[in-house]
């Protein structure tokens, strides 16, 4: 009656080794680390680097406990933080001499200490929050703005492209703020453009007033197009900030929209402000440029001349300018992705990038006006332009995709996907609020919110085994299986613990006590009716379960609400709520159980159970009670 078979205390093994196997990084702790990463995509992070960082901790004495290079960065561990800011200073100086010219980003951070054994079996540490962990905290203001002024910069260069197709003649288009002013000669030329701006651009609302002898359009983005473009901005910017934050790798960030036109970050584990600061203000963009191959620009590209008025001087990646004209013909706003590959016909590695459908119409004319000429693929990163490559047109490029080859590796091919990827932000932005949490303090709401949970552990286990004997020690066991088994799914999914998912540990406690408490109550009432100690366990677990499975989901589908419509802590007290629910129901019945049953259920003669004392309702005690 009471007894499991074998297969289900093999579950109940493998749980308890797994959870408490992937519990345990939590228990490590972190140590402070320097992270030196590349501040540019023409930087190369590789074992070279490892040994600069080792000479340049040598040179200055500062002991190291491990030094590690992954994909993006190299990370040197130190056993205390007055070591850390020692080798913050000196790898500064080696990797930055010159402060103009920042090559590498050197930022403090904070790396889990899990032994190599764990981390080669996959196990590790659940991320920190802000609150706990220490980091910085950003509010940003998005210039809306100049949002709606670059859109109407580009419906002016539609505009004006339209007229000339539709030989609609104009004498002068002009943006003046975020309007579009249109001037032309005479009224019916004023109604072929309305017509035209009727049917081609549905989002511009048009007034028309005298302008002397001819007639000046106005045109403006109607109220809902307006909300539309600040709204795609924001996305844009907190898409930008997500790729250049999370493919660098520094942190497990928090990135939020607040309100209608603010972005929160939070970084922790970063301590550095101005460091922080430096990797948001890392956008890239991308500008295409035809190559200035006059007489005065040849002999500017070879030095024997200065650069001629209307073009600028680039340098190549191997150093060699490269002289470039101003005029713009595509930028990276036209870009709508970029994947590291290889040239299908030299193999080589090259970035393919992919054009929306205004990029590959202009892309389209350029390349077959001018066949036989260089064009230059310039890429803007922390405002310094870099020539990824000039080849020459060969023939008119169509459909939209472009490749970008030539002397250049897979890693690079994949860093330039990457800053491409990212791309620039949509509108400008600007810090309003910035915040530090010390590590010191995020300590200290550890140790506070570690002693909360442990404390009311262990008030629960000295009243649930004084007050239900033998059955109280087993759902406290129940009740540590239970905590193990929900730190080790939080670490498997690299959940990030707050606060408020502290506090929602605290409320899984005492909502997987409170199962057991029904278990033991449902065994003292059916003992009360005078059934036998093993009819008891069984009839008390079969129909306690129901209520248990009942008041639970109810309590689940509060906590999906709070996942699904909450943000920021309250996601974070919803996450662990959840998933507490799902660990408390197993360990509580199902764990429980098979712990009662491999107490009581190997006893054919069973006479009393030690489940504390039970009152029958006329005062009697009976002669099942505790041993």
Same mark, same amino acid.
């Given at each position: 009656?009471?007894?499991?078979?074998?297969?289900?205390?093999?579950?109940?093994?493998?749980?308890?080794?797994?959870?408490?196997?992937?519990?345990?990084?939590?228990?490590?702790?972190?140590?402070?680390?320097?992270?030196?990463?590349?501040?540019?995509?023409?930087?190369?992070?590789?074992?070279?680097?490892?040994?600069?960082?080792?000479?340049?901790?040598?040179?200055?004495?500062?002991?190291?406990?491990?030094?590690?290079?992954?994909?993006?960065?190299?990370?040197?561990?130190?056993?205390?933080?007055?070591?850390?800011?020692?080798?913050?200073?000196? #790898?500064?100086?080696?990797?930055?001499? =010159?402060?103009?010219?920042?090559?590498?980003?050197?930022?403090?951070? &904070?790396?889990?200490?899990?032994?190599?054994? #764990?981390?080669? #079996?996959?196990?590790?540490?659940?991320?920190?929050?802000?609150?706990?962990?220490?980091?910085?905290?950003?509010?940003?203001?998005?210039?809306?703005?100049?949002?709606?002024?670059?859109? /109407? =910069?580009?419906?002016?260069?539609?505009?004006?492209?339209?007229?000339?197709?539709?030989?609609?003649?104009?004498?002068?288009?002009?943006?003046?703020?975020?309007?579009?002013?249109?001037?032309?000669?005479?009224?019916?030329?004023?109604?072929?453009?309305?017509?035209?701006?009727?049917?081609?651009?549905?989002?511009?609302?048009?007034?028309?007033?005298?302008?002397? /002898?001819?007639?000046?359009?106005? *045109?403006? &983005?109607?109220?809902?197009?307006?909300?539309?473009?600040?709204?795609?901005?924001?996305?844009?910017?907190?898409?930008?900030?997500?790729?250049?934050?999370?493919?660098?790798?520094?942190?497990?960030?928090?990135?939020?929209?607040?309100?209608?036109?603010?972005?929160?970050?939070?970084?922790?584990?970063?301590?550095?402000?101005?460091?922080?600061? =430096?990797?948001?203000?890392?956008?890239?963009?991308?500008?295409?440029?035809?190559?200035?191959?006059?007489?005065?620009?040849?002999?500017?590209?070879?030095? /024997?001349?200065?650069?001629?008025?209307?073009?600028?001087?680039?340098?190549?990646?191997?150093?060699?300018?490269?002289?470039?004209?101003?005029?713009?013909?595509?930028?990276?706003?036209?870009?709508?992705?970029?994947?590291?590959?290889?040239?299908?016909?030299?193999?080589?590695?090259?970035?393919?990038?992919?054009?929306?459908?205004?990029? *590959?119409?202009?892309?389209?004319?350029?390349?077959?006006?001018?066949?036989?000429?260089?064009?230059?693929?310039?890429?803007?990163?922390?405002?310094?332009?870099?020539?990824?490559?000039?080849?020459?047109?060969?023939?008119?490029?169509?459909?939209?995709?472009?490749?970008?080859?030539? /002397?250049?590796?897979?890693?690079?091919?994949?860093?330039?996907?990457?800053?491409?990827?990212?791309?620039?932000?949509?509108?400008?932005?600007?810090?309003?609020?910035?915040? !530090?949490?010390?590590?010191?303090?995020?300590?200290?709401?550890?140790?506070?919110?570690?002693?909360?949970?442990?404390?009311?552990?262990?008030?629960?286990?000295?009243?649930?085994?004084?007050? @239900?004997?033998?059955?109280?020690?087993?759902?406290?066991?129940?009740?540590?299986?239970?905590?193990? #088994?929900?730190?080790?799914?939080?670490?498997? &999914?690299?959940?990030?613990?707050?606060?408020?998912?502290?506090?929602?540990? *605290?409320?899984?406690?005492?909502?997987?006590?409170?199962?057991?408490?029904?278990?033991?109550?449902?065994?003292?009432?059916?003992?009360?009716?005078?059934? *036998?100690?093993?009819?008891?366990?069984?009839?008390? @677990?079969?129909?306690?379960?129901? !209520?248990?499975?009942?008041?639970?989901?109810?309590?689940?589908?509060?906590?999906?609400? &709070?996942?699904?419509?909450?943000?920021?802590?309250?996601?974070?007290?919803?996450?662990?709520?959840?998933?507490?629910?799902?660990?408390?129901?197993?360990?509580?019945?199902?764990?429980?159980?098979?712990?009662?049953?491999?107490?009581?259920?190997?006893?054919?003669?069973?006479?009393?159970?030690?489940?504390?004392?039970?009152?029958?309702?006329?005062?009697?005690?009976?002669?099942?009670?505790?041993?």
């Amino acid at each position: 009656m009471n007894r499991y078979p074998l297969w289900k205390y093999a579950i109940i093994l493998v749980a308890l080794l797994i959870g408490a196997l992937y519990a345990l990084p939590n228990l490590f702790g972190e140590s402070p680390a320097v992270q030196v990463s590349a501040a540019r995509s023409t930087v190369r992070i590789d074992t070279g680097t490892v040994t600069r960082v080792e000479q340049a901790l040598a040179a200055q004495n500062i002991e190291t406990s491990l030094i590690q290079l992954d994909a993006n960065s190299v990370k040197a561990r130190f056993n205390s933080t007055d070591d850390q800011i020692k080798a913050r200073d000196a #790898l500064e100086r080696a990797f930055n001499p =010159d402060p103009a010219d920042v090559s590498h980003v050197v930022a403090l951070n &904070l790396l889990p200490r899990t032994p190599g054994w #764990l981390a080669s #079996l996959g196990a590790s540490p659940m991320y920190l929050g802000l609150d706990l962990r220490g980091g910085v905290h950003f509010m940003l203001q998005v210039d809306m703005p100049a949002a709606l002024q670059r859109r /109407a =910069d580009v419906l002016a260069s539609d505009v004006r492209t339209l007229m000339r197709e539709k030989n609609v003649r104009h004498s002068g288009i002009s943006r003046n703020g975020q309007t579009i002013e249109i001037r032309v000669a005479d009224a019916q030329t004023a109604q072929a453009a309305l017509g035209l701006f009727q049917d081609q651009f549905p989002d511009l609302q048009v007034s028309e007033t005298p302008d002397g /002898a001819g007639v000046r359009l106005t *045109a403006t &983005l109607k109220p809902e197009a307006a909300r539309l473009v600040q709204d795609q901005a924001l996305k844009q910017n907190i898409t930008t900030l997500h790729n250049r934050i999370n493919e660098l790798g520094v942190a497990e960030p928090v990135i939020q929209q607040q309100g209608v036109d603010r972005i929160v970050v939070q970084l922790p584990g970063v301590q550095d402000t101005a460091k922080a600061k =430096d990797i948001l203000g890392r956008t890239a963009t991308l500008e295409v440029r035809l190559v200035d191959e006059s007489a005065d620009g040849l002999s500017a590209e070879r030095g /024997a001349g200065p650069v001629p008025f209307g073009s600028e001087r680039y340098p190549e990646r191997n150093g060699q300018p490269v002289i470039v004209k101003r005029e713009v013909l595509l930028t990276g706003e036209n870009l709508t992705d970029a994947q590291a590959g290889f040239d299908s016909q030299t193999q080589e590695a090259a970035v393919h990038l992919t054009l929306d459908a205004k990029g *590959a119409r202009i892309f389209r004319d350029v390349t077959r006006e001018n066949v036989g000429k260089r064009m230059a693929i310039i890429l803007f990163e922390k405002g310094r332009g870099e020539v990824v490559t000039a080849p020459v047109i060969r023939g008119e490029i169509g459909g939209g995709r472009v490749q970008i080859s030539g /002397a250049m590796t897979t890693v690079e091919a994949s860093d330039t996907a990457l800053l491409l990827r990212a791309g620039s932000l949509a509108a400008p932005m600007e810090i309003i609020e910035e915040r !530090t949490i010390g590590p010191s303090l995020g300590a200290e709401n550890i140790a506070k919110g570690f002693n909360s949970v442990v404390w009311g552990f262990a008030v629960i286990v000295l009243f649930m085994c004084a007050y @239900y004997a033998m059955f109280g020690v087993f759902s406290s066991l129940a009740l540590a299986f239970n905590l193990v #088994l929900l730190v080790s799914v939080l670490s498997m &999914l690299q959940a990030t613990l707050t606060l408020p998912g502290i506090a929602a540990m *605290a409320l899984a406690l005492g909502m997987a006590i409170d199962s057991n408490v029904l278990i033991n109550e449902r065994v003292r009432e059916e003992l009360r009716r005078g059934s *036998a100690p093993q009819v008891a366990i069984n009839t008390g @677990y079969d129909q306690a379960w129901g !209520t248990i499975l009942d008041s639970n989901v109810t309590t689940l589908i509060a906590g999906v609400a &709070l996942l699904i419509f909450g943000s920021g802590p309250v996601r974070g007290f919803a996450v662990v709520h959840c998933i507490g629910i799902l660990t408390s129901m197993f360990s509580s019945v199902f764990f429980s159980r098979g712990l009662v049953n491999f107490w009581y259920g190997r006893k054919k003669k069973l006479k009393t159970v030690s489940i504390g004392t039970v009152w029958r309702p006329d005062g009697q005690i009976p002669a099942v009670k505790a041993d």
